[in-house]
């Protein structure tokens, strides 16, 4: 069956079925390092959990966000566009992915039980997410037509792990109910029934929570940190960002939609730097390393 590389996927989602129940986190993290990490690199630069996430329990959006996610793969295996595991990308961006989640915990305790995917989808967007749970997914384009190489990739992928990591999209739900429901009756949610499914259906697809910027620069400065743990250099949100400006003359890709404008990133990026270069310096480096897709004309498949 061949992979549709220019498929009209909907998009579900903002912004490894190998993976599956592998314990991926080493002793280092289980016998308590992560409370070490938590004060070197960028975790002073970052507050403490919303108060407006925790009036949405996480377990209902984990499980929400796992079936919009499993409806997306549906959507895209029947135009043949979701990847298969043997697909290059894919390898890939699982590879990154490995070496990045160990260190995810150690932001939020609850990413050690997720049960991580990470998906390639035949779509030219420019975009790539994380969802609650850990539900990660590229898009070729992306990947294709920034030419990213995999410390760029690894700085996306930090990027979008950090939002489900620091549950933005919760918090954003949980500020909905406030706004919507009222404060007489946000006890109510923490039981759920008919009050929390609303609260549920506010939030709709958890690709249309946009962001604050607020967001998306915390979510940058944890991905540069994961990416540095994972050994992938942090110096490439400079470049990334810098492909993202040139990609944007047009109409802004998806993925830039509510973020920071790329100046304004850029230089914040290179402020954090010697916070999270020393990381990288200390952390084992990727054993392989690999090439982007290659560019291809129209109606040419990508390999």
Same mark, same amino acid.
């Given at each position: 069956m061949p992979f549709e590389t220019n498929a009209s996927v909907r998009a579900l989602l903002r912004c490894r079925c190998a993976l599956h129940g592998r314990r991926l986190f080493g002793a280092a993290l289980l016998s308590g390092n992560a409370v070490g990490w938590a004060q070197d690199g960028v975790r002073s630069d970052v507050g403490n959990e919303s108060k407006f996430a925790r009036l949405v329990p996480a377990e209902q959006v984990e499980a929400a966000a796992?079936?919009?996610?499993?409806?997306?793969l549906r959507q895209a295996a029947q135009q043949h566009a979701l990847a298969p595991p043997t697909q290059p990308q894919v390898l890939r961006l699982r590879y990154i992915a490995d070496r990045i989640i160990p260190f995810t915990a150690a932001w939020n305790a609850r990413a050690a039980r997720w049960k991580w995917e990470v998906n390639l989808i035949g779509s030219q967007q420019l975009n790539a997410f994380c969802m609650p749970g850990g539900?990660? *997914?590229?898009?070729?384009?992306?990947?294709?037509q920034l030419q990213l190489n995999d410390d760029e990739v690894a700085t996306i992928m930090g990027h979008e792990t950090a939002h489900a990591l620091r549950e933005h999209a919760r918090e954003r739900m949980g500020k909905t109910a406030a706004t919507r429901v009222g404060a007489g009756l946000l006890s109510a949610l923490l039981g759920l029934g008919q009050t929390g499914d609303a609260l549920l259906n506010m939030g709709g697809q958890l690709v249309t929570l946009k962001f604050s910027r607020d967001d998306e620069?915390?979510?940058d400065i944890v991905g540069m940190e994961l990416a540095?743990?994972?050994?992938y250099d942090p110096r490439a949100g400079v470049s990334l960002w810098r492909k993202m400006i040139d990609a944007s003359k047009g109409a802004p890709p998806q993925f830039m939609s509510t973020h920071p404008s790329g100046p304004t990133r850029i230089r914040d990026?290179? *402020?954090k730097l010697p916070k999270v270069m020393p990381l990288y310096a200390k952390a084992a480096r990727p054993e392989q390393r690999f090439a982007p897709p290659p560019l291809t004309t129209r109606g040419e498949r990508a390999k």
């Open positions: 796992a079936r919009q996610y499993q409806q997306m539900k990660i *997914a590229f898009y070729l384009g992306i990947l294709q620069s915390e979510a540095a743990r994972a050994g990026i290179e *402020a």
